[in-house]
């Protein structure tokens, strides 16, 4: 059995890649790495943004464990130019998975990414791995298993958020684990 934790990071800033962890957020990550106490983590993945190796520092400290950066991991990009309805925009990306804005991914592309992280790790020796990413790209990646993971659910994503994949006889389950209530 192979399990993967997929994690949102913490609250941060902002949205550029540089946008770190607010107050809140570095808590966040603290009881994030509490939670975690009793699991097995043997490996852990994150994006390059600096707000997800934020995230997940407390929890690679408490176990040893290195963080590896995966580009693959980052945010999906819905755009290069400012979109004053990107809200909307983003909902019919959630509809139409070939749709792609100017200078942007779309979520047919993403998808495409983060399973090779997840395929790769589901190939490792690794039987727990930890990942640590962005909402839209979890919320796509949630949606390959589940259709029914859509817009809406993106939407309630919380900041952290905690999914489990697991692969068991080629069979994939998917389950909410903890999310910030706070």
């Not at 913490?10 to 939670?35: N, R, V």
């Not at 919320?139 to 993971?149: A, D, G």
């Amino acid at each position: 059995m192979k399990s993967i934790y997929v994690i949102r990071h913490c609250e941060a800033e902002g949205q550029p890649p540089e946008a770190a962890l607010t107050e809140k957020g570095f808590k966040q990550a603290i009881e994030l790495a509490t939670f975690f106490n009793n699991v097995k983590i043997e490996r852990i993945i994150s994006s390059p943004y600096k707000r997800a190796i934020q995230t997940i520092q407390p929890l690679a400290k408490q176990l040893n464990v290195e963080i590896e950066i995966n580009s693959q991991l980052k945010e999906r990009v819905l755009s290069a130019d400012h979109l004053p309805d990107w809200f909307e925009k983003l909902r019919t990306t959630f509809e139409d998975f070939d749709l792609k804005f100017k200078g942007g991914e779309s979520s047919q592309e993403a998808v495409i990414r983060i399973m090779e992280v997840i395929e790769n790790v589901f190939n490792s020796d690794f039987e727990s791995t930890t990942i640590v990413t962005h909402g839209n790209l979890m919320s796509l990646l949630l949606n390959n298993y589940n259709q029914e993971f859509g817009f809406d659910e993106w939407s309630k994503l919380s900041n952290p958020d905690v999914y489990l994949i697991k692969l068991n006889n080629n069979e994939i389950t998917l389950e909410r684990v903890w999310n910030w209530r706070g």
